[in-house]
């Protein structure tokens, strides 16, 4: 399929939207956020072999490259408005595959209200790439950030954390609405969505605030699949729910005294769990027995060869 026909193909599948007022087919697409609304943008990309595998169905595929880039958004406390994406498609994905991914792309930015917009295609000799820009806004929302945490907070985790490599992280959920929740009735001081793993995530806060944390073990909410992940390589399912990424929960720090009664609060059908609290300093983890050791960043970091 020339790159023209996929272009008219996609932008067929598009319907109209309030909040873009010139979609593809020009050289910039043409966003209106609504008054009193100021833009937050996004960029993530993801390739073939590290964030989907080589043999992932397009379907999940398209899905998850939308929902990850949009949960950004998400921890901000704000309103997705437009998807922007590029793909840089190897010379052997079929015409079926490309469509398949195209549906699954359009099909999850109309789930959180947030069209694809524009983009480009490409094509290469190298594996599949798929950069995904999402436009944001505030709607007279101040944006929740990484560096409001201060000691005395109480940390709280949404969702069950772990294993998410046994597949889930190709059904990513961002937690739009529980995001919009927190920013807009409760107040939250801080917030980050866990897509490089609670340990690493946490220190994010942490070092973006100039604070410390402590989290007990005994409260992180471990899903059963980072216990099955720990039967087949021998590490707990902890280790897994601190470190394996690509939850797309939301991490967030909240004052005391709004943390008191904020589980009754809770209108959604998704488990809140307090985990811990921000300190002075330090990152640390509280075992059982009540004894702390650091907490290190465990998380997936993505390194190269310097030449």
């Known amino acids: 399929m020339p790159e023209k026909e996929l272009i008219r193909w996609l932008r067929q599948q598009i319907g109209p939207h309030p909040g873009i007022e010139v ?34 169905a397009p379907e999940r595929t ?5 929902a990850a880039s949009v949960s950004d958004i998400a921890a901000m406390g704000c309103y997705p408005l437009a ?19 195209g549906r699954a792309m359009l099909t999850a930015a109309a789930e ?13 000799d190298g594996p599949t790439c798929i950069s995904v820009t999402v436009v944001g806004e505030t709607r007279g929302l101040n944006p929740v950030r990484r560096s409001g945490a201060r000691p005395g907070q109480r940390l709280f985790v949404t969702g069950r954390l772990g294993g998410s490599l046994l597949g889930r992280h190709l059904d990513a959920a961002p937690r739009v609405s529980q995001g919009l929740f927190l920013n807009r009735e409760v107040g939250v001081a801080a917030m980050i969505d866990l897509s490089d793993g609670l340990s690493t995530d946490l220190h994010h806060i942490a070092d973006e605030s100039g604070v410390g944390a402590v989290v007990r073990a005994a409260d992180i909410p471990v899903s059963e699949a980072a216990g099955e ?10 280790q897994h729910a601190l470190d394996d990424g690509e939850d797309f929960e939301l991490l967030f720090a ?24 921000v300190t002075e300093s330090g990152v640390l983890i509280e075992e059982a027995d009540g004894s702390r050791r650091p907490l290190r960043p465990g998380g997936y970091e993505h390194e190269w060869n310097a030449r």
């Open 23 to 56: 979609g593809p087919g020009d050289d910039a697409a043409v966003i209106a956020p609504q008054a009193e609304s100021r833009v937050l943008v996004t960029v993530d990309c993801f390739v073939e072999g590290t964030h989907f595998p080589n043999d992932a």
């Open 83 to 101: 998807c922007f994406a590029t793909l840089a498609v190897g010379r052997a994905a079929s015409d079926a595959w490309l469509k398949a991914l």
């Open 254 to 277: 909240v004052d005391a005294d709004k943390a008191g009664g904020l589980r009754e609060r809770w209108p959604f059908d998704l488990l809140l769990t307090e985990i811990g609290e």
């Open 229 to 238: 992940m720990g039967r087949r390589d021998g590490r707990t399912g902890l």
């Open 112 to 124: 959180y209200d947030a069209p694809l917009a524009g983009g480009d295609v490409t094509t290469g």
């Open 62 to 66: 398209g899905h998850k490259v939308i």
